[in-house]
């Protein structure tokens, strides 16, 4: 039996954030655990942070045609997955279309422009909506725009699960891929931020309203809501001996995905939802608990979330290293779960984060990491994971 | 070998009726569902037709969460699935809770949420619960059904525009075929939504009064609502079990056009790659199909592209294949018309009776001919393939097939 058949390995990624669009810089301020800066008002009155993306020139990558009715979460995912194929060096004027896939994560991109459609049309009339802007009504427009752009017709799927979408959109893109539905699939999460979706995050509690400083830091026992952030992270998933095949340099390998729900709002039951979705993951993934060498966590500071999340941890992983990247890059949302997964490509190749950029502040700098785990937990009672490990 | 899977299930609410009998009967009657709309002010459009679900409240299905604070898709979804559910008779605890996921599409979400919220504003009022906003995320269409029906496996919502619930379809029968669950409730859901039809209507698309797929001087399309869901298991659980089959969802396939943003392929290439994947998945040979469910919108750019993909696929056997459009009766569900017609195939070959496409006059002559017009076919129905598309040149095509009964 051929052992390489069903693994399938990451070739490429690229990312838009609020390091500019360079993961190694994002992958900088990650491993040494930068916090963004305070933000003020115009009456120098501290308000919730919010990671904005920033040093990003859609144009010096896409060009100028065509970019006009896009929205940034449609530029930033364009560019996130250009550069990740570009960093898989393939060139998409080459490659097979009907084999070349799409996954895209995102929760919340049709929201500015239903709203605003829905309140011009009651306001001033239906007739005063600009026909432009009608495919960036619908959550799946950046993953449509990306299509075209790249000439993606193996599929095009958006997945909209809340904070787990990222992770799940990685699953969703293993079993694609393994069900031989295409060669090469570009999977990328995004999301912007605009008014719509400060409303959102305002009128839904998940901001915080004082302790600004404090908020939005993962486990952080004083920490009342999220810090948001924007941006896009992609990779470009092969079978392992399709990239082999073309003389790829592969990166990682992704090793397994599996979800859980919880369907009671019971701390108990969650935490048995969270150890057994980490559990599978690991199972399906050949792997033991005791082999996981780094955990990145998709806590965001929201109290009752990450106090299960920790609590799991705790129980299924006492002694393993917890990273969590949205004390830096903010809570992405869709987007989230792609981020986890480039900063533990970068992980296991660089090797080395500083101790204090780990939220078990006991630990030591870590200095070998073969083997990570992604988790991501909803707030209605998802909770998502996803196995990366080392090439070998 | 990969994994056969078993419908067992069905739960469909819709502007014809709802519950799968009601449903049936008012679909193979040719009963057209659309007329004014009701749940918002239309007098600002040029036109007022859609089509509503106005026999069963939906939110009377919902026993955990608080219905007021759940959107119109949400409730739609979990009444559809708690239909389906109660339909597939599963023995408690047959399946681990943790063995049985969710899968569910949904194009627009929760948008009645934020409708609602905008005119509680326009009257003054700005004291609207959190979690009423919270629920507004697409996430909680699946996650609803979870709740309701108490299960653990994954609980995914899909997003693909008007091929949602396909997708959703498809997803599940992945996590099947790979052991990550034992059964799965799929489907798709999305309620009538005022910005929705604002799109549709600036987009010159929507027919003043009927939906006419395939015929020379049809209009447009007609924007609706609905839900469906389907409970699929492992084939050989299934019939263990002694369960109802329905049918066997065969396979599927997908593709993208990467044409347009939201006209389709005007060659339909994007509908005939996902048509050919989706036989080939089911290992089915094309003239064993017997019944087309086509996307059928009844707009003149969708309705040429299809006919022409269809052609493409079939060739001269075409015309031989009947393809009708329910859509003519129920108008446009969005993202949850693919999960509604799946049902609509399941219950055709369950039954051996093709639904029709009502409001068929002159046929176009560049669309497919054997359009089962305007009365429903009693026939043996062994394989039967239903197409969606999308904004986007999203494409989905699933393969039902007869189970020996």
């Not at chain 1, 891929?177 to 990328?188: I, P, S, Y």
């Not at chain 2, 949904?106 to 009423?132: A, K, T």
């Not at chain 2, 056997?317 to 509604?340: C, E, F, N, R, Y």
């Amino acid at each position: 039996m051929n052992q390489n058949k069903d693994r399938i390995v990451v070739t490429g990624m690229g990312t838009v954030s609020s390091y500019g669009v360079d993961d190694k810089a994002l992958w900088s301020a990650i491993q040494n655990g930068v916090l963004p800066p305070m933000q003020t008002d115009v009456d120098s009155k501290e308000v919730p942070r919010v990671v904005r993306v920033n040093q990003f020139e859609a144009t010096e990558f896409l060009g100028k045609k065509g970019l006009q009715f896009k929205q940034y979460s449609s530029l930033y995912l364009s560019v996130a997955s250009v550069l990740a194929l570009n960093d898989a060096s393939i060139d998409i004027e080459s490659v097979q279309s009907d084999r070349l896939g799409i996954v895209v994560s995102t929760n919340y991109i049709g929201l500015k422009m239903s709203s605003k459609f829905d309140k011009t049309s009651i306001t001033e009339g239906p007739k005063f909506v600009s026909p432009m802007q009608t495919p960036n009504t619908v959550v799946n427009s950046p993953a449509s725009y990306l299509a075209i752009r790249i000439q993606s017709r193996a599929f095009n799927t958006t997945i909209a699960s809340g904070f787990c979408a990222g992770l799940d959109a990685l699953g969703y893109a293993i079993s694609m891929l393994k069900k031989k539905n295409a060669d090469t699939v570009v999977v990328g999460g995004t999301e912007e931020w605009n008014d719509e979706i400060e409303w959102y995050y305002e009128n839904a509690g998940l901001l915080p309203k004082k302790d600004f400083e404090k908020s939005g830091k993962a486990f952080h026992p004083e920490s009342k809501g999220i810090m948001p952030g924007e941006g896009s992270a992609a990779v470009v998933l092969e079978r392992y001996e399709d990239a082999v095949k073309r003389g790829a340099t592969i990166l990682g390998e992704l090793v397994s995905w599996y979800s859980c729900f919880t369907p009671t709002e019971s701390s108990e039951s969650r935490i048995r939802g969270s150890i057994r979705c980490m559990d599978t993951a690991i199972q399906k993934g050949h792997e033991y608990n005791k082999n996981i060498d780094l955990i990145i966590s998709g806590a965001n500071g929201l109290p009752e979330q990450d106090s299960i999340e920790l609590h799991a941890l705790n129980q299924s992983f006492p002694n393993t290293p917890i990273l969590g990247i949205k004390n830096t890059i903010g809570e992405t949302s869709g987007a989230g779960g792609l981020f986890q997964l480039v900063s533990s490509i970068h992980a296991i190749r660089n090797k080395k984060i500083a101790g204090h950029a780990l939220l078990n502040s006991s630990s030591n700098e870590l200095n070998d990491i073969r083997t990570a785990l992604l988790t991501g937990n909803n707030l209605s009672g998802a909770t998502s994971a996803v196995l990366v490990k080392e090439f070998i | 070998m990969k994994k056969r899977i078993a419908v067992t299930g069905l739960g469909v609410l819709s502007p014809i009726g709802s519950g799968q009998e009601q449903f049936w009967k008012a679909l193979i009657s040719g009963e057209v569902g659309t007329s004014e709309i009701k749940s918002f002010n239309t007098s600002l459009f040029n036109v007022n037709c859609g089509g509503e679900v106005t026999d069963v409240d939906p939110a009377a299905f919902i026993k955990k969460l608080n219905p007021e604070m759940l959107g119109r898709t949400s409730q739609l979804a979990v009444a559809a699935s708690c239909m389906a559910w109660s339909d597939a008779s599963l023995p408690p605890n047959i399946y681990p809770k943790h063995r049985i996921g969710v899968c569910m599409g949904s194009s627009l979400g929760n948008s009645s949420v934020l409708e609602s919220v905008h005119d509680m504003q326009i009257r003054g009022e700005n004291n609207i619960p959190s979690d009423y906003i919270l629920n507004s995320s697409l996430d909680t269409v699946a996650n609803s059904v979870s709740i309701e029906l108490g299960l653990e496996g994954p609980s995914l919502t899909i997003s693909t525009a008007c091929t949602s619930g396909n997708n959703a379809i498809s997803l599940g029968m992945n996590l099947i075929q790979e052991g990550d669950v034992d059964a799965v409730v799929v489907g798709g859901a999305d309620g009538i939504s005022r910005f929705c039809y604002t799109v549709f209507h600036r987009l010159g698309a929507m027919a003043q009064e009927l939906c006419q797929p395939f015929t020379k001087d049809r209009k447009g399309m007609i924007v609706s609502e609905g839900a469906a869901s389907l409970v699929l298991e492992d084939m050989e659980k299934a019939k263990q079990r002694g369960a109802t089959i329905y049918a066997e969802l065969a396979g599927y396939g997908l593709s993208s056009d990467a044409y347009h943003l939201t006209a389709p392929h005007p060659e339909g290439m994007g509908a005939a790659l996902a048509m050919e994947r989706a036989i080939e998945d089911a290992h089915v040979e094309k003239k064993d199909i017997s019944y087309i469910s086509a996307h059928g919108t009844g707009t003149k750019a969708n309705d040429i592209s299809e006919s022409l993909a269809i052609y493409s696929v079939f060739g001269e056997q075409t015309d031989s294949i009947p393809v009708s459009s329910i859509k003519s009766m129920l108008g446009h569900a969005m993202g949850a018309s693919s999960a509604i017609e799946a049902v609509a195939c399941t219950l055709a070959i369950f039954h051996s009776v093709i639904p029709p496409t009502m409001n068929v006059t002159e046929l176009d002559p560049k669309c497919v001919k054997n359009i089962v017009p305007n009365r429903a076919i009693h026939q043996p129905v062994d394989v039967a393939i239903s197409n969606a598309f999308a904004f986007g040149g999203n494409i989905s095509t699933i393969v039902l097939k007869g189970v020996t009964r």
